[in-house]
């Protein structure tokens, strides 16, 4: 009989153990799982703001996009501009009419130096001297708008490399195309050259004739994406 009621209490002891091991195991569990739920939960507010920066990002880059692609177009244009000016059907004044008050004035819209303008005026009071006036006018008319075609091709080639990060690669190459041919023709078109070879004036021919084919490129191009965004 005393073994029995041994046998029982070691039984009942071990009962005990296995429902305080279970216990264990569950409290374990119980609590590993919460851990895991919490470092879930972190992750995923983690991924959301993530999410919220990237979106934030998209809407920045979209957003200067929008506002880069007018801008460069606006120079690239501008620069076509001055530079085709230069050269075509351009009326040169004759100076026929003017006195010295309307050459002051022409002056003033050169931006031409005080030397220069004491030059030429030298020359004009001169009445055998009035046509080498008027030609030294038109020879520093041509270097000056040169500098000024000069100066703004160099403004839209600047604005391409500060922005080039918001470009697509198809509208960076088509930008990128345009700005050296325009360098190309604008260097044929330097006044300081008073004569080029046949070969040379075939090859800013064909420059030139390239050039409004790229301009329709990168106009279609940047059209297309600010369209689809």
Not at 129 to 146: F, M
Not at 202 to 214: D, F, L, Q, S, V
Request: charged share 30%.
């Amino acid at each position: 009989m005393e073994l029995i009621i041994d046998f029982l209490k070691v039984i009942g002891g071990v009962s005990i153990l296995g429902y305080l091991s279970r216990l264990m195991a569950q409290q374990v569990f119980k609590k590993n799982m919460a851990d895991y739920q919490g470092e879930i939960t972190k992750e995923l507010e983690k991924l959301k703001l993530q999410q919220q920066k990237n979106f934030k990002d998209f809407e920045l880059f979209t957003s200067k996009k929008h506002e880069k692609y007018p801008e460069m177009y606006f120079h690239l244009e501008t620069a076509y501009g001055h530079i085709s000016s230069l050269e075509g059907n351009v009326e040169a004044l004759t100076f026929e009419n003017f006195d010295e008050e309307d050459l002051n004035l022409h002056f003033d819209e050169l931006k031409m130096t005080s030397f220069d303008r004491a030059r030429i005026i030298k020359l004009w009071r001169n009445y055998e001297g009035k046509q080498s006036a008027i030609r030294e006018i038109q020879k520093i008319g041509r270097v000056i708008n040169y500098r000024r075609a000069d100066e703004k091709w160099r403004e839209a080639n600047n604005y391409y490399y500060f922005n080039l990060l918001y470009f697509s690669d198809v509208v960076s190459k088509s930008c990128k195309d345009l700005i050296d041919h325009q360098r190309e023709y604008l260097n044929f078109l330097n006044p300081k050259y008073d004569f080029i070879s046949s070969e040379e004036t075939r090859a800013k021919t064909e420059i030139k004739n390239m050039i409004p084919g790229i301009r329709n490129s990168v106009k279609t191009e940047m059209q297309k994406e600010l369209r689809i965004e």
